[in-house]
């Protein structure tokens, strides 16, 4: 499902397409972790590709990557990079600051770097995160809250 | 005009996301804060509410530092000089 | 008070510009024009986000994509914003995009057989921009608390000028995006939606009154 090559202080992973938890779509291509001595960083990016599901329908005539799967683009890579703790997978506890800056259009390349802090004792940790189209410009700015908790169903 | 100065630092502190201590009278919300023109809006939009006044969008170029913004409390809000 | 109103599916249809499968609201349950809306959407293991789930996974693997979660209060806070602007605006070629959240708490999670209600009250506009908070709830349960999001309305043409692969990005001066569209001060628009005038009655009070 994932494949993976690892060096001491760096990982790529090549994201395919089963994703085994819920999403709209596959949001994030490749990761590449980076781990030093100032902490984690996620580096991940995503082509944006106008037959992925959901993009038909924002909008019927022209297509705009909704502002959400940018949200959505940095929940897998975060859960992809993680993974599991005891079981449980990363979750987004809140959305502090989502700011959309710029659209992502059909063809457009967009990186995401994640600053991943450290985890606490309540097992949430915070991610500060700046998505970039290949042409340089700052898409999106976000910073989100995770944790890794018991689901609480409905 | 103190007192007044400082709330809206830290309405100004608290869009920027920073501390208000770091806001400084003149500091340009663009040029030193690294602010887009969306934090004026919202800036613009939280001092409407807090102290239920009316501030034109066009006031929004005229209010890139805290004494500007002020400034413009002056002429809409009555706050004083 | 604003009178209530709902709306059936093929009417937020008819609303929002977004085609199938985006539309995220199925039903509007409340409207109170220029203030408040109720939207709800089911959520069912036969959407899209659910497609590609191998066999074998646990039930808390099929939570519901926050994202989606997130697009559907967006998506019935602009249901709220459409219908109220109709009123007095004719012209709709506009693209409602989201540009911020702020504190969006995740207080627990939906899943197939849950129907979110997403409660959006309108908080503010400056100028093109709206201002809404709210909350979204499967049953009793408050699963999304939304302290402020904002959409800014912009012109189709000026969206479709940035559409190409080396486009420059959004217009970062809010005079780049002028619109003809006259919309009352955010003031006005707060008070007409308490009084509920008729949209002729406004249309004079906004000639008489000056900004």
């Given at each position: 499902m994932i494949a993976s090559v690892g060096r001491e202080d760096m990982e790529d992973?090549?994201?395919?397409?089963?994703?085994?938890?819920?999403?709209?779509?596959?949001?994030?291509?490749?990761?590449?972790i980076v781990n030093c001595e100032d902490g984690l960083t996620l580096h991940a990016t995503k082509v944006i590709d106008p037959t992925d599901p959901y993009l038909s329908g924002h909008f019927p005539d022209?297509?705009?990557?909704?502002?959400?799967?940018?949200?959505?683009?940095?929940?897998?890579?975060?859960?992809?990079?993680?993974?599991?703790?005891e079981g449980l997978l990363p979750q987004i506890a809140t959305l502090r600051s989502v700011r959309f800056l710029a659209p992502l259009f059909?063809?457009?390349?967009?990186?995401?770097?994640?600053?991943?802090?450290?985890?606490?004792?309540?097992?949430?940790?915070?991610?500060?995160?700046?998505?970039?189209?290949?042409?340089?410009?700052?898409?999106?700015?976000?910073?989100?809250?995770?944790?890794?908790?018991?689901?609480?169903?409905? | 005009m103190s007192q007044g100065l400082e709330e809206l630092r830290k309405i100004v502190a608290e869009v920027l996301e920073l501390e208000p201590e770091e806001i400084a009278d003149t500091g340009d919300f663009v040029e030193e804060y690294g602010a887009d023109s969306m934090r004026a809006i919202e800036i613009l939009s939280r001092i409407e509410k807090k102290y239920r006044v009316e501030i034109p969008q066009k006031e929004l170029p005229q209010m890139q530092t805290l004494l500007s913004v002020y400034?413009?409390?002056?002429?809409?809000?009555?706050?004083?000089e | 008070m604003g009178r209530s109103r709902v709306l059936d599916h093929s009417k937020i249809r008819a609303i929002l510009p977004h085609g199938h499968p985006m539309v995220l609201v199925d039903q509007v349950i409340s409207l109170k024009l220029g203030?408040?809306?109720?939207?709800?959407?089911?959520?069912?293991?036969?959407?899209?986000?659910?497609?590609?789930?191998?066999?074998?996974?646990?039930?808390?693997?099929?939570a519901y994509p926050i994202s989606l979660l997130?697009?559907?209060?967006?998506?019935?806070?602009?249901?709220?914003?459409?219908?109220?602007?109709?009123?007095?605006?004719?012209?709709?070629?506009?693209?409602?995009?989201?540009?911020?959240?702020?504190?969006?708490?995740?207080?627990?999670?939906?899943?197939?057989?849950?129907?979110?209600?997403?409660?959006?009250?309108?908080?503010n506009i400056v100028g093109d921009n709206v201002f809404v908070e709210g909350e979204?709830?499967?049953?009793?349960?408050?699963?999304?608390?939304?302290?402020?999001?904002?959409?800014?309305?912009?012109?189709?043409s000026v969206v479709i000028e940035y559409a190409t692969p080396s486009g420059a990005g959004m217009p970062r001066d809010l005079d780049d995006t002028a619109t003809d569209m006259r919309f009352l001060s955010s003031r006005q628009w707060l008070a007409r939606s308490e009084n509920s005038p008729s949209p002729r009655a406004s249309r004079k009070e906004e000639k008489s009154s000056s900004t």
């Open positions: 992973i090549i994201v395919n397409d089963s994703l085994r938890f819920a999403a709209p779509f596959r949001c994030v291509e490749h990761i590449r022209l297509t705009i990557f909704p502002g959400v799967f940018i949200i959505e683009s940095l929940c897998q890579t975060v859960t992809l990079a993680l993974g599991e703790l059909p063809g457009n390349r967009m990186t995401m770097r994640a600053t991943i802090g450290p985890l606490s004792v309540k097992k949430t940790f915070e991610v500060d995160a700046q998505c970039q189209r290949n042409d340089g410009v700052m898409v999106a700015r976000l910073k989100v809250k995770f944790r890794y908790g018991e689901i609480a169903r409905a | 400034n413009v409390m002056t002429r809409y809000a009555g706050w004083q | 203030a408040s809306i109720i939207g709800i959407k089911a959520i069912t293991g036969s959407e899209p986000c659910y497609h590609s789930l191998p066999q074998g996974l646990g039930p808390e693997r099929y997130v697009e559907s209060f967006g998506q019935t806070a602009a249901i709220l914003w459409l219908e109220s602007i109709k009123s007095f605006n004719q012209d709709l070629d506009r693209v409602l995009m989201f540009t911020s959240v702020r504190n969006l708490r995740i207080e627990g999670q939906a899943f197939p057989g849950n129907i979110l209600r997403h409660v959006v009250r309108l908080d979204t709830w499967v049953e009793d349960r408050q699963i999304a608390i939304i302290e402020s999001m904002i959409a800014a309305v912009r012109p189709r």
